[in-house]
């Protein structure tokens, strides 16, 4: 399974998780080139070496207008500030601001694939209910400062599109250092983690240090919540490539954020062992069975499904079924206990046959989705990934199974690109 493990033992930011995704694909060029292409006025994105305490990696720049963001850190007892790159609402410039309706207008408007749309307003959707909980105002009422808001697009868009590039399978980020002190902003000065950002951490492990200054942003925090299929530590893997996503501020320890890309052990080779988890249940409704087999699914699970049964006392039930890595099984088995009314869950380990497996990001006339090949034992399938065809489908006016047929008709061609 591809696997990609977030490492934020200096929290997180924007254009540190951009830089360090950044560094786990080829097309870096094409990637700015698309960056730079999206028709957002006065906006141009770099990216540039930085070297840390002897480590080397990515930085990102946002210029908007000739201004790049900024926050400032400050240490109350000396009065001393610290000013650095994506910041929380960043320092006080003279410019207007933006409401939420207009931020999403912007990016509806972009030429990127719906995916990578619906991914960067579901991130927006977790800021502006922060935002609106912090300052007890409605959603429509919450204003985005101008640089920030056209900062945080790039940041937040650009993440969403290499996400879809590197379409990992499973996503785990570490516990979230925060930072500790005060953060000077269009506000005032606020505490670290301001309390945007600690409202959308709840329910994520974090910890503060000794680190003075504002570590995690809610740009940060809310693309890690949203993306995140679980928190905790890096998972067993065969590490395949690592990036470095290097913020813009100077400590005693290196200031990055870390992207490990790999296989998890888990799916090693055609053949292995699951674990098999179930729990029978006869007094859930189906909507909240569905939410908790989608819950499993999101967070790593291999599949979870339903299937009807009978119960003690006549009663009609329903068997709750998932499938796991074994190394995950007991974390697996607390989720059932937690989300389900059940008071015990049942745990096999089975033997599978499986084959092995690649997903490939190819460019049709049609747009580009992503298609999973299997090989092993003398056989060899392909498919499309259902999300992006039904997407194409929606987007041309067309049915599933035409978009499928005009797909396949395309690809027996072979003029398509990877």
């Known amino acids: 399974?591809?696997?990609?493990?977030?490492?934020?033992?200096?929290?997180?930011?924007?254009?540190?998780?951009?830089?360090?995704?950044?560094?786990?694909?080829?097309?870096?060029?094409?990637?700015?080139?698309?960056?730079?292409?999206?028709?957002?006025?006065?906006?141009?994105v770099g990216a540039g070496r930085a070297v840390k305490h002897g480590v080397s990696g990515t930085s990102m720049s946002v210029d908007i207008g000739g201004v790049e963001e900024a926050s400032v850190d400050v240490d109350i007892g000396t009065e001393h500030e610290h000013g650095h790159g994506e910041g929380t609402y960043g320092g006080v410039h003279p410019h207007g601001h933006s409401h939420l309706t207009d931020i999403k207008t912007i990016i509806l408007g972009l030429p990127i694939s719906q995916r990578i749309k619906n991914n960067a307003l579901a991130v927006?959707?977790?800021?502006?209910?922060?935002?609106?909980?912090?300052?007890?105002?409605?959603?429509?009422?919450?204003?985005?400062?101008?640089?920030?808001?056209?900062?945080?697009?790039?940041?937040?868009?650009?993440?969403?599109?290499?996400?879809?590039?590197?379409?990992?399978?499973?996503?785990?980020?570490?516990?979230?250092?925060?930072?500790?002190?005060?953060?000077?902003?269009?506000h005032g000065m606020l505490p670290v983690p301001v309390p945007a950002t600690a409202y959308i951490l709840r329910g994520v492990p974090v910890y503060s240090g000794s680190i003075k200054g504002e570590l995690c942003t809610p740009t940060g925090a809310a693309l890690l919540k949203h993306f995140a299929g679980a928190f905790g530590p890096m998972p067993e893997m065969i590490v395949q490539k690592i990036g470095y996503g290097m913020g813009k501020k100077?400590?005693?320890?290196?200031?990055?954020?870390?992207?490990?890309?790999?296989?998890?052990?888990?799916?090693?080779?055609?053949?292995?062992?699951?674990?098999?988890?179930?729990?029978?249940?006869?007094?859930?409704?189906?909507?909240?069975?569905?939410?908790?087999?989608?819950?499993?699914?999101?967070?790593?699970?291999?599949?979870?499904?339903?299937?009807p049964l009978g119960m003690k006392k006549d009663r009609p039930g329903i068997m709750l079924t998932c499938i796991c890595g074994v190394d995950r099984a007991d974390e697996f088995a607390a989720a059932l206990l937690r989300h389900t009314t059940t008071f015990g869950v049942r745990r096999s380990v089975l033997g599978r046959y499986m084959l092995e497996r690649e997903v490939r990001l190819i460019t049709t006339p049609f747009g580009q989705l992503r298609i999973k090949v299997g090989r092993g034992y003398g056989i060899e399938k392909a498919k499309f990934e259902y999300e992006d065809v039904a997407?194409?489908?929606?987007?041309?006016?067309?049915?599933?199974?035409?978009?499928?047929?005009?797909?396949?008709?395309?690809?027996?061609?072979?003029?398509?690109?990877?």
């Open 391 to 418: 997407a194409l489908a929606d987007k041309h006016g067309v049915s599933i199974d035409e978009m499928n047929r005009k797909l396949w008709g395309y690809l027996g061609k072979g003029e398509h690109k990877e």
């Open 124 to 186: 927006y959707d977790l800021i502006a209910e922060a935002e609106s909980q912090v300052h007890n105002k409605p959603v429509s009422e919450i204003m985005f400062h101008e640089v920030g808001a056209m900062d945080s697009v790039v940041d937040i868009v650009g993440v969403c599109t290499l996400m879809e590039r590197l379409a990992p399978e499973r996503i785990v980020v570490s516990p979230v250092h925060l930072g500790s002190g005060f953060v000077r902003c269009a």
């Open 250 to 307: 100077d400590f005693e320890a290196v200031n990055c954020v870390r992207a490990f890309y790999g296989e998890s052990s888990a799916s090693r080779g055609t053949n292995g062992t699951v674990a098999e988890l179930r729990c029978n249940i006869d007094d859930m409704s189906g909507e909240a069975l569905g939410f908790v087999c989608r819950k499993l699914i999101q967070e790593g699970a291999f599949d979870a499904f339903t299937t």
């Open 1 to 44: 399974m591809r696997t990609l493990y977030i490492e934020c033992n200096m929290g997180a930011a924007g254009d540190m998780l951009t830089a360090a995704l950044l560094e786990l694909i080829d097309d870096r060029e094409a990637f700015l080139e698309q960056m730079n292409g999206l028709g957002l006025k006065d906006v141009k």
